[in-house]
């Protein structure tokens, strides 16, 4: 077995990544090492050296590592290191040694890697200088070195950077050998495995035409997350769903055999998936082989089936080898679209399956969700196998993606973190727009899709808005695969907008195919067409836009919504009663369905009616309630307690507080979920039901979607709406926001005696045994628990305010709707939509006015104080500017503020 020694210097700030570098040997010692018979060695002076005396400490760690080392590994960030007798620091020295070594014997490979992520505001300057010094001196030798931009980063770089100089030495090696023995010819030769370039852009190549205007080419390595998968084994027994992460799932390789089921339907990402699993099987030191189930015929004899596996090795691998020439036992089979194997013939995939369970121990494939139940044999071909579902992209997972996608082509350190930031938070603003509820599929592909649209701001029909443009691509994307004369396109899109608009009306999801053939008649006379119905079916079904299956129904959501808003779209400036109806609709949004219709009305049309029917109902919501002003009349609120709660600011690096929220974002996500696969009461509520009988809850559920809509409408349409028009919309929005805060603060204001007197009950009763001791605080703790239920709700509605209709574009607007109402609600409102799109920074004297003007209104203040604390956990602030905030706020700091959120290495005294 080949061994390497590889020796790692770096100064004191790297510990992390030394520690990656432990990692990484280890992780390629126990994959490729064991495959291609060579071992990495990793030393370190805290490992490999013992205390001892020579000329200072670094010679004593010179003389004990020695030069017994193939491998020069080097790191840096902001630390340079102590100078010695010999050289400017340790490594410095460690390095001039290494490269010494190299200039007279060429036996030694070096690598170096510096840390690009931005420097802390407290790192020692000099020290800073002394590594830019550094590098500069390392690249006029000749050293290429490679930038790094966090402690994963530096691992996979450092693991695929060893792996490939190993190879590339075992490559030339073997052809030396090659070459002295070729007399004698080797009886089995070591086959060390390489993939072939061409199949490596195969691997890198998304399969679908995605531009960005960073990169010419846009590799899959660039932008593929691992999905979430649902656990399909307990079947219906378990009542909990339990989820696994591809990535975790797959780390290890089960020695009786490894067979994963993943199930997903064309736009869940399972070739992505395959090509990820082959690059990652291949550096865990297997052979993976992917194949296509359209590559098995009807011939499934195994030794067919391994005639189809080594014709791909030799397609796939540099130097093709046969089965036989290696350890079967390493081999997996990733079979991409299994259930188009056999032409789609179920009946043969239990012959197939059981053919190469005898020729493989490993085995993956992909299928369409169908297909467990889609065999038709007996015998189930995938009883060994453990299947999972592919699930929909989360909270985390979308974010992490336009992360991804708006640093593709870009170093990261030239990049302002905030001003990514935000791009972030803009781009998943339209993302959740689009996706909705449930509207599509949040899979990579319409992701993507939206990335796209949204970089290009091409809006090709100048009646829609960017979102009402993206789903109108998709529809046409499902259309173009599946009708070959493009003249016949609107008559299919005139079909569906009049189909969809009769499910509405008839209040239905789906139809017979009898009920349907019913609909076909009455269309095509209408129309004065002759159209076979089977061949509207196919098409449809063709372009998966239509589900046929004995019962017809809309397969998406947003097909569902986009035909419906298009029919209302295409005749409400004719049609009086589309003018009702849209009336009737804006009235009940607290209906899913009523308020998504209304929604994609916005997308699609600009018809004023539509605008100024929002507005008129949204003024008419809340007649009881005054628009909340937080000033004198929430006196009663600031009276329950003495002095404002203190407010602390912990100390947390932005990017992991926001994963927080992202995973109790995902949390959410999958109770909303849960909750809408049950009825609520809303959902028969028709279109002639009294609005004046719904109950609080349905109230305040209206006032909400109102307020997405309106802020949805203005943000959408800020570029050709008149000034008067934004202003009454963005006035209205708040309004609602402050109408319904009102509604719920004046409840809890009347009745907070009996509120703290039931709370203080149950108090006592639950500390029954020390309520005397307890007598004194108790009826303060009810008081102040009051209290922070109207703070929850005040800060709570200022964000949902501030994030519906918050946009730079409308900066106007916003400080007209301030100069008309200049209360401290909306102050509160407008400086949370100010910090959205810009540096607290630029607003220090505007937040430091408003704590004089709310220093006596408590509830106020301590809604100002959170809006502040909530940005700088969200977005990185400055020492100097996080001090004089918090300072003058009166918000507590924990003692290591002076540790930048950027730095993970604390400050010595």
């Known amino acids: 077995m080949k061994l390497f020694k590889i020796f790692l210097a770096s100064p004191g700030d790297t510990d992390a990544e030394r520690l990656a570098a432990e990692e990484a040997v280890e992780e390629i010692n126990k994959s490729i090492g064991s495959r291609d018979n060579f071992r990495l060695e990793l030393l370190k002076w805290e490992n490999d050296t013992y205390p001892s005396v020579g000329e200072d400490g670094q010679d004593v760690i010179n003389k004990q590592i020695g030069s017994d080392y193939q491998i020069f590994v080097g790191i840096m960030w902001k630390k340079f ?206 052979y993976p082989v992917l194949i296509n189930g359209t590559d098995i015929g009807s011939n499934v004899r195994p030794e067919t089936l391994q005639n189809i596996v080594e014709q791909r090795i030799s397609e796939q691998y540099e130097e093709a080898f046969q089965l036989s020439e290696i350890d079967n036992a390493r081999v997996i089979v990733i079979i991409d679209d299994f259930h188009k194997a056999t032409k789609s013939k179920g009946k043969y995939w239990s012959v197939l399956m059981n053919n190469l369970e005898e020729l493989f121990q490993h085995i993956i494939v992909t299928g369409n969700s169908l297909m467990p139940i889609e065999n038709l044999s007996k015998q189930d071909p995938f009883k060994n196998f453990k299947l999972y579902a592919i699930l929909e992209f989360g909270p985390k997972f979308r974010y992490e993606l336009v992360n991804k996608w708006n640093t593709v082509g870009i170093e990261t350190r030239f990049l302002d973190h905030n001003e990514l930031l935000r791009k972030n938070d803009a781009y998943i603003s339209h993302i959740k727009a689009i996706i909705g509820k449930n509207y599509i599929p949040s899979y990579p592909f319409y992701l993507l899709s939206i990335l796209q649209a949204l970089e290009s701001g091409n809006v090709q029909n100048p009646n829609y808005s960017i979102h009402g443009f993206y789903y109108e691509v998709l529809i046409n994307e499902c259309f173009s695969k599946a009708i070959k004369d493009r003249k016949e396109i609107s008559l299919y899109y005139n079909y569906l907008t009049q189909f969809c608009f009769f499910l509405f009306e008839q209040g239905a999801k789906d139809v017979s195919l009898e009920e349907f053939d019913a609909f076909h008649k009455m269309y095509c006379e209408k129309h004065d067409l002759t159209y076979r119905k089977e061949t509207i079916l196919e098409t449809f079904d063709s372009a998966k836009l239509l589900y046929v299956n004995n019962r017809i129904y809309i397969k998406e959501k947003y097909v569902y919504y986009f035909f419906v808003a298009k029919y209302i779209a295409n005749e409400i400036a004719n049609k009086q009663e589309i003018k009702e109806l849209v009336t009737k609709m804006c009235l009940r949004v607290f209906r899913d369905e009523y308020a998504s219709i209304i929604m994609f009305v916005t997308h699609l049309s600009k018809d004023n009616f539509i605008i100024s029917e929002l507005i008129s109902i949204a003024n008419s919501l809340f007649p009881e309630t005054n628009v909340a002003q937080l000033q004198d009349e929430i006196s009663g609120i600031n009276e329950l307690v003495e002095q404002i709660p203190q407010q602390v600011l912990e100390i947390v690096n932005v990017d992991d507080q926001r994963d927080e929220e992202l995973r109790e974002e995902e949390e959410m996500e999958k109770l909303e979920k849960e909750l809408e696969e049950e009825k609520t009461n809303y959902d028969n509520f028709s279109l002639d039901d009294d609005v004046s009988t719904i109950d609080f809850f349905a109230r305040i559920t209206r006032a909400f979607k109102t307020i997405d809509i309106l802020g949805q409408v203005a943000k959408k349409h800020w570029g050709e709406l008149d000034g008067e028009q934004k202003l009454s919309l963005v006035t209205t929005t708040y309004n609602v926001g402050l109408k319904t805060l009102d509604f719920y603060l004046q409840l809890l204001q009347k009745n907070s005696k009996e509120i703290v007197e039931h709370i203080s009950l149950l108090i006592k009763e639950k500390h029954f045994k020390d309520k005397h001791s307890l007598e004194k605080g108790i009826e303060e703790a009810s008081r102040n628990f009051v209290f922070r239920l109207c703070f929850m709700s005040s800060f709570g509605i200022t964000k949902r305010v501030s994030n519906a209709i918050g946009y730079d574009k409308l900066k106007n607007t916003f400080e007209k709707a301030l100069e008309a109402q200049p209360y401290n609600s909306v102050k509160l409102i407008d400086l949370s939509i100010k910090l959205g799109y810009s540096s607290i920074a630029s607003h220090i004297d505007l937040i430091e006015g408003y704590k004089e003007e709310m220093e006596k209104n408590k509830l106020s203040l301590v809604v100002l104080q959170n809006l502040v604390i909530d940005y700088m956990y969200m977005f990185d602030t400055d020492y100097k500017t996080k001090s004089r905030i918090c300072n003058k706020l009166g918000i507590s700091v924990q003692e290591q503020l002076r540790i930048d959120q950027t730095s993970t290495v604390k400050k010595k005294d």
């Open 81 to 286: 290191g102590s100078p010695t007798k010999r050289a400017g620091s340790g490594t410095e020295e460690e390095f001039n040694l290494a490269y010494e070594r190299y200039t007279n014997k060429k036996d030694i490979q070096i690598m170096f890697y510096f840390n690009s992520a931005p420097i802390p505001q407290d790192a020692d300057l000099m020290q800073a200088q002394k590594v830019k010094d550094f590098k500069k001196k390392i690249e006029d030798l000749g050293a290429y070195h490679k930038p790094f931009d966090s402690t994963n980063d530096f691992e996979k770089k450092l693991r695929m950077d060893l792996t490939r100089y190993v190879k590339d030495f075992i490559k030339e090696e073997n052809a030396e050998i090659e070459v002295a023995s070729s007399i004698k010819k080797q009886e089995k030769r070591q086959i060390i495995p390489e993939i072939k370039e061409s199949f490596k852009e195969f691997l890198n190549d998304i399969e679908a035409r995605f531009a960005h205007s960073k990169v010419d080419n846009l590799r899959l390595e660039d932008i593929y997350i691992a999905p979430d998968l649902k656990d399909l084994n307990n079947g219906k027994k378990s009542a909990t769903i339990k989820v696994e992460n591809l990535e975790k799932l797959t780390d290890a390789i089960d020695v009786d055999g490894t067979k994963f089921g993943f199930l997903g339907n064309d736009s869940a990402g399972k070739s992505a998936n395959c090509k990820y699993l082959f690059q990652k099987y291949f550096e865990l030191g297997l």
